[in-house]
């Protein structure tokens, strides 16, 4: 009996959200996240005494709490089956790669959805104070959810990299931190003096940063969004590279 | 049938399986055999799409597991050597998965997975964690997962090791009664398991076949099949002895003390099926009581060791 492939990707995607709740790991990493996202929020932004009712100093922060969160959200992806011995009984399944690639990566986009949505506490509290721009702060959900869907791509490809889940988050948060400050302005301004005009600007158009803040701005770019699409292929692809060329 | 087709793999330039053809049909158990290492794992993942095979393919129900591996694996149920299960999902919910992923579905599902459970042994671990169980359960589960979805042709790399001899003895049983209607290739270094459940055997060594016959056959190879040992009541005479030499080798064995028993061991220089009835002949006239004769049968396990040891050590 040969399943449809949406089938077998809700097959993967289901064991796979599974796997994280049946473990503490689920309930820890959205406790911290919670927690550094309101700390940073209200202890370091202040957004109470900015005395407006807008959220930038909530979303400003998430490229950073995501390069730390999101490699450990990761980072099990294809370490776990090879250090287990499961990657062999995964791939003699009758199971595309492209299948398991998807469940699994939507499975991990899926739990940071549910992340970000517990977040809204804090829209809650800027309507109580005053009155924000709503679609606004939609804009800038979905940028952020597109930017973590980036990572994530990022973090499942170096987690076919290796049976460590500890290798496989320190380059996560390399390769993640390498793609956050092409665009983070400090960079951008030495780039600005030593390097010609256009490269430093083709540099930046790299960042996850640059294509984050016009979300962050309420702004909704199709660009922006191909952009995050376009990594998050890129790296889906080459993540079924590695696999297809593992060990030959 | 599964059909091997000249499969090789090279490993940093090492050839651990080399050109490896046979075929395997429906109804025939099919015994694999070699010592550790010698490339018996490795074909095993190639002919299941796990391994890329350098060269060569394999073709399962007429779909080629290179070209149309989705079709190939469907019809295939494959019990690695690790035997690797989801340590942290209960041994019910690892099944469902697998019988999800075989395109089960609602109540079908359910059924598969608690047949499979039924067939394995594993009713009182159902809601167990798997990390929590003995490595026989494991076995047992990564079983089940093997035969869950009913397939016409099974892969089975070392399916008892780690049982006891009581569940050792139930899944052969289970094998042997599966092998009436699917073509099962199973490796496994007991041999007596080999004569008991397998028709045919195929052994290999550094990655090549090097036989290929019924285990009865093979036994056959061993220089000592149709030799004859005997104890006689009395030492034998002088002349008794030299007819006897010229049935064979004759080699004395060591007697029990107590006795005045002699036990001599002859290997006749070629196989002779009335070596028995001759040796008899020849005590009686010469008035020597036979206390006990026996004819060996060979043993799988030197002809194994013959056929396995490299030549250039001889």
């Not at chain 1, 990657?87 to 699994?104: D, N, R, V």
């Not at chain 1, 809650?124 to 939609?138: C, E, H, K, Q, R």
């Amino acid at each position: 009996m040969i399943p449809s492939s949406f089938h077998s990707i809700r097959a993967v995607f289901k064991r796979e959200l599974m796997s994280y709740f049946i473990t503490p790991v689920a309930y820890v990493f959205l406790v911290i996240f919670l927690i550094l996202q309101a700390f940073f929020t209200f202890q370091v932004s202040r957004l109470f005494e900015s005395g407006q009712a807008d959220l930038r100093p909530f979303f400003d922060w998430h490229p950073w709490i995501f390069l730390f969160l999101i490699p450990a959200v990761s980072m099990r992806l294809w370490s776990d089956e090879q250090r287990q011995g499961t990657l062999e009984l995964l791939l003699t399944l009758p199971l595309s790669l492209t299948a398991i690639i998807l469940g699994k990566f939507l499975a991990a986009w899926t739990f940071i959805a549910l992340a970000l949505f517990l977040t809204f506490p804090v829209v809650l509290t800027v309507l109580y104070l005053g009155n924000p721009d709503l679609s606004a702060i939609f804009c800038a959900y979905i940028g952020s959810f597109f930017m973590a869907g980036a990572f994530l791509s990022v973090g499942i490809f170096t987690s076919a990299l290796t049976r460590s889940q500890v290798i496989s988050f320190v380059l996560t948060l390399i390769f993640c931190l390498l793609f956050v400050l092409a665009g983070y302005p400090p960079v951008m301004d030495m780039l600005g003096t030593s390097a010609p005009q256009s490269l430093a600007s083709f540099i930046a158009s790299l960042s996850f940063l640059t294509h984050f803040n016009t979300f962050a701005m309420g702004i909704f770019d199709l660009r922006d969004l191909v952009y995050y699409l376009s990594v998050i292929v890129f790296m889906l692809t080459a993540n079924g590279i590695l696999l297809v060329n593992r060990r030959s | 049938m599964i059909e091997v087709k000249d499969l090789s793999k090279d490993f940093n330039g090492k050839r651990a399986v080399d050109a490896i053809s046979f075929t395997v049909d429906k109804g025939e158990i099919l015994g694999f055999l070699g010592p550790n290492g010698a490339g018996k794992s490795t074909t095993m993942r190639m002919i299941t799409g796990y391994l890329p095979p350098s060269s060569g393919t394999a073709v399962i129900d007429g779909f080629d597991i290179l070209t149309q591996p989705i079709e190939a694996r469907a019809r295939l149920g494959y019990l690695s050597e690790t035997a690797p299960v989801y340590p942290e999902m209960s041994v019910r919910e690892f099944l469902l998965f697998c019988a999800e992923v075989r395109g089960f579905s609602g109540k079908n599902r359910d059924r598969a997975a608690d047949d499979a459970m039924d067939r394995c042994f594993l009713k009182n671990v159902v809601h167990q964690p798997i990390h929590t169980l003995s490595k026989g359960y494991r076995q047992r589960v990564s079983f089940a997962q093997s035969i869950l979805h009913d397939p016409a042709y099974l892969i089975l790399d070392e399916p008892t090791d780690g049982l006891d001899p009581n569940q050792k003895h139930e899944v052969r049983q289970m094998i042997q009664a599966m092998g009436e209607a699917k073509a099962i290739l199973i490796s496994t270094h007991i041999l007596d398991e080999v004569e008991a459940l397998c028709p045919r055997a195929l052994i290999i060594s550094e990655g090549r076949i090097v036989a290929d016959d019924s285990p009865e056959k093979l036994r056959r190879q061993d220089p000592d099949y149709g030799a004859c040992t005997l104890t006689l009541n009395n030492p034998p005479p002088a002349g008794l002895m030299q007819e006897l030499s010229s049935l064979g080798e004759v080699r004395k064995e060591h007697p029990d003390r107590d006795t005045n028993t002699a036990k001599l061991h002859i290997r006749p220089r070629q196989y002779q099926p009335d070596l028995s009835s001759q040796i008899e002949g020849l005590c009686r006239r010469s008035g020597t009581g036979i206390n006990e004769l026996f004819i060996s049968q060979g043993r799988l396990d030197t002809v194994f060791r013959m056929l396995t040891t490299p030549k250039n050590a001889a």
